[in-house]
């Protein structure tokens, strides 16, 4: 089995009203290459005419945002003319690559009814051949993602991206990035065959797990050593993990701002090219 590095608690972060935890990067781990942020928004509840997500029009370049969503919408908007409001269960897949302008804000309905609301944002990042592809965006609501029964029903795996079980994933990736969502029941017990050279990304989103013989808990990322195929996970409570893996790019990562390329040269380039107007218009 593959043994564990370390487990980082995310850490309080919270944007205006909207309660945030950000498991990645932290004080102790910068990222797990590819893998780069998360952010953990919620769980809480929104009263009747709230004012919904903060995130108004902001760009982004070099990477890809991946966006799930546990409860409550995302109205999504971008520069190159997609709109879409996704409801829970459901994920939003953009590719920011060369350079767009987006926000994510909650419905109308949403603002108006309030509800329940939990959102994971994650950033993966992409190798420099890929930093500059057109941006593209994939609004998928539950419905779209493939579902797998696994542990004789006791555990229900939803493919977003990559192939699990046999079952091909709502999305192929640009650069082989497999991702999926995973509800368990106390006492499921699962175990996947991923190759040691692959980075794992593991976040228990709720409730507690045992992988690999250690104990883990919501909000919480564990990181392993390269140095084995198999993944052994038991379920202690009913239980909610964000499971996935990738290549390391290996490559250099600078970050600034809304932008992650490979030099500050090119960071400096990106922002040069959104003050004129190549990111589109909003």
């Given at each position: 089995m593959r043994t564990i590095k370390a487990q980082h608690r995310a850490v309080s972060a919270p944007i205006a009203d909207l309660t945030?935890?950000?498991?990645?990067?932290t004080p102790a781990v910068a990222h797990l290459d590819p893998f780069l942020f998360l952010n953990h928004h919620g769980p809480q509840v929104y009263r009747l005419g709230?004012?919904?997500?903060?995130?108004?029009?902001?760009?982004?370049?070099?990477?890809?945002?991946?966006t799930f969503i546990l409860a409550g919408d995302i109205m999504h908007q971008d520069s190159s003319g997609h709109q879409s409001v996704i409801e829970a269960g459901g994920v939003q897949w953009m590719t920011a690559g060369s350079g767009l302008i987006h926000s994510e804000i909650s419905s109308?309905?949403?603002?108006?009814?309030?509800?329940?609301?939990?959102?994971l944002q994650l950033w993966v990042n992409l190798p420099a051949r890929l930093k500059m592809t057109p941006p593209?965006?994939?609004?998928l609501q539950k419905a779209d993602i493939p579902e797998v029964a696994l542990a004789d029903g006791r555990a229900r795996l939803q493919a977003v991206s990559g192939t699990w079980a046999g079952q091909a994933g709502a999305v192929q990736?640009?650069?082989?990035?497999?991702?999926?969502?995973?509800?368990?029941?106390?006492?499921?017990?699962?175990?996947?065959s991923?190759?040691?050279?692959?980075?794992?990304?593991?976040?228990?989103?709720?409730?507690?797990l045992r992988v690999n013989d250690q104990e883990t808990e919501a909000r919480t990322l564990t990181e392993f050593h390269h140095d084995g195929d198999n993944l052994h996970i038991?379920?202690?409570?009913d239980a909610v993990l964000l499971l996935g893996h990738a290549l390391p790019f290996g490559e250099p990562i600078v970050a600034q701002g809304p932008f992650v390329m490979n030099t500050e040269?090119?960071?400096?380039?990106?922002y040069q090219d959104y003050r004129a107007g190549r990111f589109g218009t909003w």
């Open positions: 945030t935890y950000r498991a990645l990067p709230n004012r919904g997500l903060p995130f108004g029009p902001h760009p982004h370049r070099g990477f890809e945002t991946v109308d309905h949403f603002k108006q009814t309030g509800g329940d609301l939990e959102i593209h965006y994939q609004g990736s640009l650069a082989d990035v497999q991702l999926a969502t995973i509800d368990l029941e106390a006492g499921a017990v699962l175990n996947f991923i190759p040691a050279e692959r980075t794992i990304f593991f976040y228990t989103i709720r409730g507690k038991e379920a202690l409570t040269q090119e960071i400096q380039q990106a």
